[in-house]
């Protein structure tokens, strides 16, 4: 190898690192784009929306003038299927993850259920549309319903639910379930008295993530063939007659806020675009505070404990 | 008293075994829905192939099935899905390769607790907002670059999904390339390399399988993308690979179906199976590609 004088080698290791410095710079930037997106599209939805935003917006329904057309069925239909999705998603997914990180023999029944939880989540959620469509309302019946809605989302954030769990569980060190063995205590007195006690906040945070996620969905609920155009709500679920509770709200038609949304962009009306903008940041917000939440959980979590 | 505590012992045993057994089949339900899915697809999808033969469908050049004259040639939807996917990863890999290079190897811990929770809500952003962004925000401005560009097209779809997709890449690349040991990178810098140096020459060669799985990933992420082209890119299928014309999906495609009022049992009903099976052996191959390159890298350190 020819020598170099040092000249030539200050030379090489100035470039370098001039490299190194215009790489920093732009992963900066790369980053920064990323951040500009984001603020760009809350701000374009918040100045296209803004006239929109008054509280007569949350109390109209939808509407065939623009001017007067409303969420109110849109953000009652959301919060019935989310109710839906929590109470069969919530204790599915739970029950799901305790039984494979504290149950679960290492088996291959245990292996085809962990390599179908981690395909299951990779499948496109348009994909469970088209299962709802062809088993929960033609080969059960259950029909266009909230019911039918809040199951399918349910299926679609399982594994999300799961993993969390699991994660949540794996995190718990094994002297503390040693300790309670030793006490003589059974599997579930573990499970209830140790086990979900101490990984309540991992799940509550992929619960939030997992219902974000949900409350988001837009291409399952199309494909059951949710009605864009309801100007009318579900039955209420506390009636006045005993017992006081009605599940009929449950088979109701319905629409959530991205349908509502999805409706009013592709109208070519740009009024109705003003609509969608403001639903758009409604959605948007209640997302963002939702992952924000569980952003700030898991934060805290990591904090907090100390085993 | 031996007798009433061994009693005890045995409800106690009894009610551990119903409470495993519950416990198990909640974790039977995930399998039920693969199962569901595949039966419910298959099932649709041979009635479907009862009517319209397969060679057909792989080799007609023509999408029309609700049309008098039909035709079911998926190449036409498919063409629009890579299109899509193909702008898609061409913004989503260097912007997320870069983004997990610096974040794995530039980045102090401060301002990567920063970012990362903050890429982490770029991806929760619900699609149908990123679809909205797509055709009201950047497809007029992209109209100002490229006069001539239709209201629907595939580019800025494709843009906006990239965008959607960069922090899912980044992340699963910065998991591979921060698992790549600190005794490779400390030999690296022992010889007098920049930190630029080792992350291209060391750190990401090994970590190019789990990069690589991040890709994969990425594509069947964009594959199965629906409301962003279904209010993007339009519902109109189109034999193209041009970014800058209009064409349908197969996603697009299934929703455009889903709106109408199609009777079940008609053909035009299954053709969304047949579609939506054909997704799904799409993004199974990427997926199972993913997780495999994924699990491999995991084993190399």
Redesign the interface.
């Known amino acids: 190898m020819a020598r170099k004088d040092i000249g030539e080698i200050r030379g090489i290791i100035a470039r370098a690192k001039r490299f190194d410095m215009i790489f920093g710079v732009v992963g900066v930037l790369a980053l920064g784009l990323g951040l500009l997106t984001f603020v760009t599209l809350f701000v374009d939805m918040a100045l296209d929306g803004y006239t929109r935003l008054t509280p007569d917006f949350f109390t109209e329904f939808p509407s065939r003038r623009a001017e007067r057309a409303g969420i109110l069925s849109a953000w009652v239909g959301t919060t019935l299927v989310m109710l839906v999705t929590a109470c069969v998603a919530v204790p599915l997914g739970v029950a799901a993850g305790i039984y494979l990180e504290e149950y679960a023999p290492r088996n291959w029944v245990t292996d085809i259920i962990e390599i179908n939880i981690t395909n299951l989540a990779g499948v496109p959620s348009i994909i469970y549309g088209l299962l709802a469509l062809g088993l929960f309302i033609y080969e059960f019946g259950l029909g266009q319903s909230i019911l039918t809605a809040g199951l399918t989302l349910a299926l679609l954030i399982l594994p999300v639910v799961i993993v969390a769990t699991r994660e949540a569980i794996r995190s718990i060190p094994s002297h503390i379930r040693e300790g309670a063995y030793a006490l003589g205590a059974t599997k579930w007195q573990v499970v209830q008295h140790h086990i979900l006690p101490y990984s309540m906040g991992g799940i509550m945070t992929g619960v939030i993530i997992g219902m974000a996620r949900a409350i988001g969905e837009t291409a399952p609920i199309i494909t059951i063939g949710a009605l864009t155009f309801i100007a009318f709500l579900p039955p209420s679920p506390v009636t006045t007659a005993f017992p006081f509770v009605s599940f009929e709200w449950l088979n109701s038609p319905f629409t959530v806020m991205p349908i509502q949304i999805f409706n009013w962009t592709s109208r070519p009306d740009p009024n109705f675009h003003a609509n969608a903008a403001a639903a758009g940041f409604i959605l948007v917000l209640m997302t963002l505070a939702m992952n924000g939440l569980a952003i700030w959980l898991r934060y805290r979590i990591r904090r907090n404990i100390k085993w | 008293m031996s007798a009433a505590r061994l009693s005890h012992r045995a409800s ?1 045993h009894i ?2 075994r119903i ?2 057994s ?3 089949l ?6 039920g ?2 199962l ?2 595949v ?3 298959v ?2 999808s041979i009635v479907f192939f009862g009517h319209v033969p397969l060679w057909d469908f792989l080799t007609d050049t023509q999408w029309t099935p609700l049309f008098d004259d039909a035709h079911f040639g998926i190449i036409v939807l498919l063409s629009g899905t890579l299109v899509s996917s193909g702008v898609a990863l061409a913004v989503a890999i260097p ?1 997320g390769t ?2 997990a ?3 794995s190897e ?2 102090s811990a401060r301002a990567r607790e920063f ?1 990362k ?6 991806s ?10 797509a ?3 950047l497809t007029p401005l992209l109209q100002k670059l490229i006069p001539g560009l239709p209201g629907f097209n595939l580019l800025s779809a494709g843009i906006v999904m990239g ?1 959607m997709i ?2 899912y890449v980044a992340s699963i690349s910065e998991d591979a390339m921060r698992a790549v040991p600190m005794s490779l990178r400390e030999g690296s810098y022992a010889m ?6 080792t ?1 291209l020459k060391v750190v990401f060669p090994g970590a190019l399988s789990g990069i690589a799985a991040a890709y994969i ?1 990425g594509i ?1 992420r964009a ?5 962003i082209l ?2 993007a890119a339009g519902m109109q299928p189109n034999l193209t690979w041009n970014p800058t014309e209009s064409a349908a999906t197969i ?1 697009a495609f ?2 455009q179906v ?2 109408g009022d199609l009777p ?1 049992g008609s053909v035009g009903y299954q053709t ?2 047949a579609a ?1 099976l054909t ?2 052996l799409l ?2 191959v ?3 590609l ?2 495999v390159m994924r699990r491999r890298f995991r084993e190399q350190y």
């Open positions: 106690r009610k551990e409470i495993e519950i416990l198990f909640a974790a039977l339900v995930s399998v829905t693969t569901g899915i039966y419910i697809l099932k649709e912007l870069i983004i290079i610096y974040l530039f980045a970012a929770p903050v890429l982490e809500l770029l929760g952003v619900p699609t149908i907002i990123y679809g909205y962004f055709l009201l925000f965008i960069v922090p007098g390399a920049t930190r630029l140096q992350a990933l069947s594959v199965g993308e629906t409301m279904a209010v996603t299934i929703v889903a709106l079940h969304i199976f939506g997704l799904m993004t199974l990427f997926n199972v993913g997780h």
